[in-house]
């Protein structure tokens, strides 16, 4: 299934939004690749180029060629019909079909928070970014700070989320495993290493030719359910990703900033138009977004939390043990730190899910509730 989903990436002349529409149409990009000509023209609407393209098979080679490439340069491939796919970006209509992943695939499922701004970030901008977000590490466990790695505004989430242990995800407008400005390589590298993802949704192949911002900035605004702005002139490309942001139906929030200081004036209208909401804190965020961080505070140290554990097997105690602490844990993990079988590892998860300690996520892996 990965070979035909790549498949159709390479298609010549087939671009995202046709791609998305034959998909949800069709099912599934096996049956659009073996389609005969006259469905794919017909029935389907498709340029007799575009068909002809398909008939050929060179897609397949070309999403051969890819594959080992990924290989090589340890890139995941994930495909919008996998579970490890964002949510939030499969809902918007003009998605990427694929997304190329350097690093821990699992952080694109956590609980996202969007960050930009200008490249020309002030002092005060950069201290309540760092703010804003250890405040937000502190409150919810799995959240994931999402930018572009660029200079100013991106690049300071990035360092606040590093340095305060909350995942972070940088979505590049280059070819992995490149990482583009250059000087922000040691970053990225920092960002795989506690756990993040770099993430394109472009192809080996794909010609670099300084274009493809607006496109990155979409994936920023769709992938979380909500953007923050933290400082804009203007206008700016944070400004077309908060009107990105907006066209998804997405939490637009803003910094607001003194009327005099050019890098508020984007913010303050984003405010003043009614596109963005006015946030100060991390709270702010908290309850425009309606994250529930009830569980999250209540259930760790409790008196009750105690007892229950206490009356625990000893095989449950020590999956809950290998758990804590941790983002989430695979299988294989799981057997590794606890010493047991997989049969005792699997009923044990079973029980603890079903009394709402643990909880299941895509791949097989568990995290601590």
Not at 173 to 185: E, I, S, T
Request: charged fraction near 20%.
């Amino acid at each position: 299934m990965l070979l035909d989903d790549l498949a159709l990436l390479f298609v010549s002349g087939l671009g995202s939004l046709t791609a998305t529409r034959l998909m949800e149409a069709v099912g599934s990009a096996r049956e659009i690749l073996t389609s005969p000509m006259q469905r794919l023209v017909g029935e389907y609407g498709l340029k007799e180029s575009v068909a002809r393209s398909i008939l050929s098979g060179e897609c397949y080679r070309l999403a051969e060629r890819e594959i080992e490439y990924c290989r090589k340069h340890s890139i995941s491939i994930i495909a919008a019909t996998d579970d490890a796919y964002p949510s939030p970006l499969r809902e918007a209509i003009d998605r990427p079909h694929i997304l190329f992943v350097r690093g821990r695939v699992e952080a694109l499922s956590m609980r996202m928070l969007s960050v930009v701004g200008t490249r020309d970030m002030s002092p005060s901008g950069q201290h309540v970014t760092d703010k804003i977000i250890a405040e937000l590490g502190s409150k919810i466990p799995d959240l994931c700070i999402v930018s572009g790695l660029a200079y100013g505004v991106d690049a300071a989430s990035h360092r606040a989320a590093l340095a305060h242990g909350v995942t972070t995800v940088a979505v590049v407008a280059n070819v992995l495993p490149d990482v583009q400005p250059a000087p922000h390589r040691a970053l990225a590298e920092d960002i795989l290493r506690h756990g993040g993802a770099i993430v394109s949704e472009l192809h080996s192949q794909t010609k670099q030719n300084g274009h493809h911002f607006v496109a990155r900035n979409r994936i920023i605004a769709s992938m979380s359910m909500g953007t923050l702005v933290v400082e804009s002139p203007a206008s700016g490309g944070s400004l077309v990703t908060a009107d990105l942001a907006d066209g998804y139906h997405r939490m637009v929030m803003a910094l607001p900033g003194r009327v005099t200081d050019s890098n508020s004036f984007g913010t303050n209208n984003l405010i003043r138009s009614g596109k963005a909401r006015l946030v100060l804190t991390a709270e702010d965020i908290i309850e425009d977004m309606d994250w529930d961080i009830a569980t999250d505070t209540t259930t760790k140290g409790g008196d009750d939390d105690g007892d229950i554990v206490a009356e625990l097997t000893t095989e449950q105690q020590r999956c809950l043990k290998a758990l804590e602490g941790a983002v989430s844990m695979d299988m294989s993990q799981l057997l590794s730190a606890t010493g047991l079988t997989i049969g005792e590892l699997t009923m044990s998860l079973i029980e603890l899910e079903m009394q709402g300690l643990v909880r299941p996520l895509p791949g097989q892996r568990y995290e601590r509730v």
